[in-house]
């Protein structure tokens, strides 16, 4: 069974610049989160989705970050513009369902912002 | 609100020794509780779990039972291998919506 896919794994970009993070949750899974994890630090939760609606994003930087799901699989996570605060792990985790249970994490894309 | 509290790294043993990681927390009502494992160049793992009180996870040697009067959750394993080496996660989830708060995480290096 594939695990949780995300891409891309680096990303360097200059302060201002937007970048997309794309993530790709295990088939099944309906239940879909973002976390950012800052150096030496715990994920910590940006948004969660319920099939294709958000249902938690209460920690997200509305103001510069946005996320989607569309048909309720595939999850794109963007910043427009990035500071240099932003520098940091963004991780993408899917589980079958909403109660406490495992959830599956990806790789996680690695963004630098100069 | 609710919060994990894990000691802070790193943790350097030779193998085969004994290991404990401590992690409490804060939380309201009966919370579930896990261990997670991040190895170099990798995600996230589950590594452990325990749903109420005085249960006990256990995986790869590792465990940790749920002690409630302690508001507790300690990692433990008896014999660690070079191959245990990576940061640990010690995390919490409630009931409603699956929301997973961590602890800070402690990094873990076994030294042969």
């Known amino acids: 069974e594939a695990g949780v896919v995300q891409s891309p794994r680096y990303k360097i970009i200059e302060k201002k610049q937007p970048v997309a993070f794309w993530c790709n949750p295990i088939s099944g899974h309906n239940t879909l989160y973002w976390y950012r994890q800052n150096l030496g630090q715990g994920p910590e939760l940006l948004i969660r989705?319920?099939?294709?609606?958000?249902?938690?994003d209460s920690q997200l930087p509305k103001d510069r970050f946005s996320a989607e799901r569309l048909k309720g699989v595939d999850s794109t996570l963007k910043i427009q513009p990035a500071e240099l605060g932003d520098s940091a792990v963004y991780l993408c985790?899917?589980?079958?369902?909403?109660?406490?249970?495992?959830?599956?994490f990806g790789p996680g894309t690695r963004l630098t912002v100069l | 609100g609710n919060s994990v509290t894990q000691m802070e790294g790193p943790v350097t043993l030779s193998e085969e020794a004994f290991l404990t990681i401590n992690c409490t927390y804060t939380?309201?009502?009966?919370?579930?509780l896990f261990w997670y494992v991040q190895y170099p160049g990798e995600g996230l793992q589950l590594l452990l779990k325990a749903t109420k009180a005085d249960d006990k996870g256990s995986n790869k040697g590792f465990e940790a039972t749920y002690r409630k009067e302690t508001t507790s959750f300690h990692l433990e394993k008896g014999s660690v291998q070079v191959s245990d080496s990576a940061v640990y996660f010690c995390a919490l989830g409630k009931a409603a919506g699956n929301k997973l708060t961590f602890g800070g995480g402690t990094r873990v290096l076994v030294k042969p």
């Open positions: 989705y319920e099939n294709e609606e958000a249902v938690d």
């Open positions: 939380a309201t009502g009966y919370p579930s």
């Open positions: 985790a899917s589980s079958l369902d909403p109660a406490p249970g495992e959830q599956f």
